[in-house]
């Protein structure tokens, strides 16, 4: 994965943003008595030239990198399964124990997603007790009104996987190990990379990994991008491209 490139991309640019980055959350970590601050989310932002012209979807894109964001053992994970009038989730719950399932910590069905969590501040607490949210993909388009603004904002939009059949824990796996970017219907996308405890070579090819599987669904593709940055939660945005500028056509009247 070391030799993979983009061609349009300076893979030098994003190494030296990769640096920079993980030598701003180290120096903060240390700074900070908060422990959380030292494994920091590194995020690539890509900058479309236009708006696309597709409405906000709800169902995530899956980007394969080869170095994943979470670890099944040490990931927090809340897993949305479907039920009725309160059973099924007990079901889906003993599935989990059985095929020792690692990562998922807490498993919630529609029903009490529904009136356990109605509360704003009760979705809220949700939101903020778990790293990844997974739903049983016939869930997935009742979620929305479900999980609130919360969600959305932390851009923590419960992940699809197939809960259909034995190998429960080879889908959830997959899911994990990967990262995804949503459609927003804005002129921007923000995808997860990376984290400031994996390696600067790390960082960089989980970068370009997660940009080669973006691009074929954007709107033209490379043509498309306007500009890439990388960023944490809180740093600054550093460029590590930028669209050449198309210039202005003079018509002369004869």
């Not at 597709?54 to 040490?74: A, Q, W």
């Not at 994970?77 to 007990?90: P, Q």
């Not at 599935?95 to 356990?116: D, N």
């Amino acid at each position: 994965m070391s030799g993979a490139s983009v061609p349009g991309l300076n893979r030098e640019q994003v190494e030296k943003a990769a640096k920079a980055l993980l030598t701003y959350a180290q120096k903060k970590g240390q700074e900070s008595s908060n422990l959380l601050l030292d494994d920091e989310l590194i995020y690539l932002n890509i900058a479309l030239k236009k708006v696309p012209q597709t409405p906000r979807k709800d169902k995530p894109v899956r980007l394969n990198i080869p170095h994943p964001i979470y670890s099944l053992e040490g990931a927090e994970v809340c897993l949305f399964v479907k039920d009725s009038k309160g059973e099924g989730h007990k079901a889906s719950k003993k599935k989990v124990k059985e095929e020792q399932i690692a990562g998922v910590t807490k498993v919630v069905g529609l029903s009490k997603l529904r009136t356990k969590y109605e509360s704003h501040e009760a979705k809220r607490k949700l939101c903020n007790s778990y790293d990844l949210f997974l739903a049983d993909e016939r869930v997935l388009g009742s979620l929305p009104k479900l999980i609130g603004k919360s969600f959305f904002k932390k851009k923590k939009q419960p992940v699809p996987v197939k809960l259909v059949g034995k190998d429960w824990s080879g889908h959830i796996s997959k899911a994990v190990k990967a990262t995804y970017f949503f459609w927003t219907g804005g002129p921007s996308l923000s995808i997860r990379v990376s984290r400031s405890s994996h390696t600067q070579d790390e960082v960089v090819e989980n970068v370009i990994a997660a940009l080669k599987d973006a691009l074929p669904h954007i709107p033209k593709q490379w043509n498309g991008v306007k500009a890439l940055y990388m960023k944490t939660a809180d740093s600054v945005a550093l460029p590590i491209y930028q669209a050449s500028p198309v210039p202005d056509v003079v018509r002369i009247k004869a």
